[in-house]
């Protein structure tokens, strides 16, 4: 069993290098890893050359002859053909696997019975925290697979988070991580209702901020995004688009296991007005967006 | 003027002593104020007599010869009766009025002008914290009225709260509160969403919240309400049935502002499921049984 501690002897292959898969694929070449990278956007892994990351053109040449496996790529759809299409056929036995996309649980459990019949084991690492979680390696990560797999990956999930909890079985990971997102859905709706009615009624919004953050109201997205949103500042910490996949993967789990999620529905319902302004690039906290445009007619003047 | 700070001169009548009112009028006695109450339920502001309160049975007697009149009721129409049939027919000139109670902006801005009339000045000043936060006077204080009001009051407000914020004209204060009120909404249907979604998912939901409290999705009612929800403990820091009191203020507020909240109308409705259950009475993270009594029908056996 490879010692994954060991920068002499651990070789890995991370395949998809956007905003957050880049600088995670830095820290472990910077840890003094040997590192092979490829993207489907080969020109998004260029800045990783001069780090000494090997950048490749093809999947296959990317996990040759490696020990772990990363991925971090987009949509269920990605991670479907980057694992079935790119990375089965030409897996070695004893490597190990770790998927740290937000993907469906169940498209996790079907990776890790794979793995097992190519002798080789799989994680789902989806992670919370966004681009500056990726970039200060503060991401917190939620692990589904085998106990002793996670053991085996944890020197080098160290290199990449800051709380990085086993939630059990392949797809706990995956689970775990929709948790975090209903809460984020339905708290997002709450702070921009809450800020559209203060503006609404004429409050100076610094003040009513201030009124409320410390107690019972107190959130994260209080804290962090609704001053960006008083600054109309609606860049991403996280995109629009990657919140619906999100939510809809939630929605979906959620209907197989015949539960009913009314406040997540309604908050991916306003989402996808969000989507159709044409604000799907923007950061979740556009939300304040939709709201306000569901109500510019019958604005006071 | 009256300075308030002045234990030997500043006369204080206190109305309402159920579970804020009681703590809150004993900051004040024990500061060194002269002190009256009175409560519609006598026998609520009984303890407040060996703390040297006097307790009377008569608003009319309550606010005779007091410089400064606190309230902290239950509902609306007991604001509105306390001070149009309680305190205005019986009220002396420079008087300065406090009403604690969450209520309408409306009504405070009626009272505003009602107390103006009689050459008296009044503040709504509703507050968040709960229980805990009255009895150790680390209360959100929200504050509209006056400005000078709110300055002249000021020292006796700080023996009530920490955090005390001026925020505008008669009704300001309330509608401070609303927003934190429509934030708690939404948020608490998150997180009750949220630890469905994962006990139905198998997952352990210590851990679970382990790997999302500290992230994006972190929030008051994670770190305090989450711990209580698993241990089945829905005893109340703040009661369903003025929670549902406050959800519809400011839904009839934002309706009269032309203005459509779909997230805090999901949310009044779940909490009205809940009501239904006869669980008025219990905490407002009793939310989760109205959400998990939706699903009983289907859940695995």
Same mark, same amino acid.
């Given at each position: 069993m490879i010692d994954t501690a060991d920068t002499s002897v651990c070789r890995i292959a991370w395949i998809g290098t956007g905003v957050m898969g880049l600088p995670m694929c830095e820290h472990l070449k910077k840890a003094g890893y040997f590192v092979k990278a490829y993207s489907r956007t080969l020109a998004k892994a260029e800045p990783l050359k001069e780090k000494g990351v090997q950048v490749v053109d093809d999947i296959a040449e990317a996990i040759e002859g490696v020990d772990v496996i990363f991925t971090m790529v987009g949509y269920p759809e990605d991670v479907r053909s980057v694992y079935f299409e790119g990375i089965f056929p030409h897996l070695k036995s004893g490597t190990i696997l770790i998927d740290? !996309? !937000? !993907?469906q649980p169940v498209l996790a459990e079907e990776i890790a019975t794979k793995a097992a019949e190519l002798e080789c084991a799989s994680l789902d690492a989806p992670v919370s925290g966004g681009d500056v979680g990726a970039r200060n390696a503060t991401l917190s990560i939620m692990v589904g697979g085998e106990r002793a797999t996670f053991d085996q990956a944890l020197p080098l999930l160290k290199l990449l988070g800051k709380q990085i909890v086993y939630? $059990? &079985? #392949? $797809?706990c990971g995956q689970h775990t991580k929709m948790c975090n997102q209903i809460v984020i859905a339905s708290t997002m709706v709450g702070v921009c209702e809450s800020l559209l009615y203060g503006s609404r009624a004429g409050l100076d919004l610094d003040l009513m901020l201030t009124s409320i953050s $410390? %107690? #019972? &109201? %107190?959130c994260w997205t209080l804290d962090n995004l609704a001053p960006r949103i008083l600054k109309r500042n609606f860049d991403p910490g996280f995109f629009v688009d990657h919140f619906v996949k999100d939510m809809l993967i939630a929605i979906e789990e959620a209907k197989r296991m015949n539960l009913d999620l009314p406040g997540l529905d309604k908050a991916y319902e306003l989402y996808r007005k969000v989507q159709d302004l044409g +604000? $799907? &690039? /923007? %950061? !979740? +906290? #556009? /939300?304040m967006l939709a709201l306000e445009a569901a109500h510019r007619g019958d604005q006071p003047t």
């Open positions: 740290m !996309t !937000t !993907t939630q $059990g &079985a #392949a $797809g $410390g %107690g #019972a &109201a %107190g +604000h $799907g &690039a /923007l %950061g !979740t +906290h #556009a /939300l």
